[in-house]
């Protein structure tokens, strides 16, 4: 029955964070008592699941395929940074919701990427190993990219990003993955339930974020909200376009697509409460892209699986 649960959660992960999140703005009280302090250790937490998921196989496929990784890779650092920016230009935010937009486009993709591109039936050693190639860019690729994107009207500290990352994304993931690879029977009973553990994580840290920004975040308006949607979306409908011009299989495009659309959101929120304290609409659009990818991800992952199912019933 718990594992039964757990899939439940895992499955209904959008839904969760959704709940979550309304919950949060319409009462907020609650998710306040909660410091911010705590959103770097339950990043940190999420960090170190993934980590304990990660085998030796898992990083093999970097030199097995690089070119499918290299791929999904480019496109993440491209795709999302310059949609990012063409956004905020296009839509003239101001400039602390413009660098949280920025942020989002800047950081890796995000960990619920995995479990989306499983339930799309999308080819998850590829996303595994896009997931981590990209999250070990992300220390110098995404305080470079926040400078040359956000640095001309905001003071960009590249150095202090780096280090934040390293520690709350790097570090644990490593320790996680030295964990599993040397207690591999202290782990193994848990790794069936890191999803739905990710998932329930996944969902308080947007809950705080977005308690604590309710006021904000109702008076930002619409605008913001349709920034985000279009970011994610452009993500996702650029990543699978880039899949099938390369030719690739759909589940490979499928893997891409999600990827390049789902960013460690949680991430960029984390980033802009430590390093832009002066600007503090920045968290907004982190926990707006936190709440609506895992919408937009449950839903393409239904479209995915059933093209996928189709494609399979058509070679039979």
Known sequence: MLQQLCNFISRWMGALVLGLAVVAVCVPEPFCRVGTW?????????MFGMGLTLKLEDFRVVFSRPKDVLTGCLAQFTV?????????????????????VILVGCCPGGTASNVITYLAKGDLALSVGMTATSTVLAPLLT??????LAGKFVD???????????????????LGFLMQRYLPRLTRSAVAYLPAFSSLMIALLVGIIVGHNAAKLLTG???????????NLSGLGLGYAIGRLLQLSHSKRA??????GMQNSGLASSLAILHFAMFPMATIPGAIFSVWHNISGALVAKL???????VSAERQ
Do not use: C
């Not at 308006?221 to 970011?231: A, E, N, P, R, T």
């Open 38 to 46: 705590v959103i770097n250790p339950m990043l940190g937490l999420i």
């Open 80 to 100: 999302m940074p310059l949609m990012a920016w063409l956004l905020v230009r296009a839509f003239r935010l101001p400039d602390d919701l413009a660098l949280g």
């Open 143 to 148: 305080p470079l990219l926040t400078w040359l």
């Open 156 to 174: 960009v500290d590249t150095w202090g990003m780096l280090q934040s990352i390293l520690y709350v994304v790097i570090l644990p993931i490593f």
């Open 221 to 231: 308006g619409l605008l913001v909200v349709l920034v985000v949607v279009l970011h």
């Open 255 to 260: 893997a891409i697509s999600i990827e390049v």
């Open 304 to 310: 995915y699986s059933w093209n996928e199912e189709k």
